[in-house]
């Protein structure tokens, strides 16, 4: 497995990154306030940009999911995304 991007270090960010681990991946972790293991990244864009991964897992808060899924498209990411529930806050 390659690499993947999680979005968010909260339970929902945490449980991706461990299931993904656990898979083989390699995981980095877009987040101002992550202190673990993993590579950190203070925004999406320096994480796609350093990390480069083959997919992003989108886990921050609700409100937030647009502006994650904009800058991918900004950027023209063509990997996969997984956007935690609810996709959109409205």
Not at 5 to 17: C, E, P, T, Y
Not at 82 to 90: D, I
Request: proline content about 3%; charged content about 25%; cysteine-free.
């Amino acid at each position: 497995m390659s690499r993947v991007l999680i979005v968010g270090a909260g339970v929902a960010g945490r449980r991706h990154a461990e299931v993904f681990r656990g898979e083989g991946a390699e995981v980095g972790v877009v987040s101002r306030r992550y202190d673990g293991p993993l590579d950190r990244f203070g925004d999406l864009s320096q994480g796609l940009g350093s990390f480069e991964p083959a997919g992003v897992v989108i886990a921050n808060e609700t409100n937030l999911h647009i502006e994650s899924v904009r800058v991918l498209a900004e950027v023209g990411f063509d990997g996969w995304v997984l956007v935690e529930k609810p996709v959109f806050h409205r």
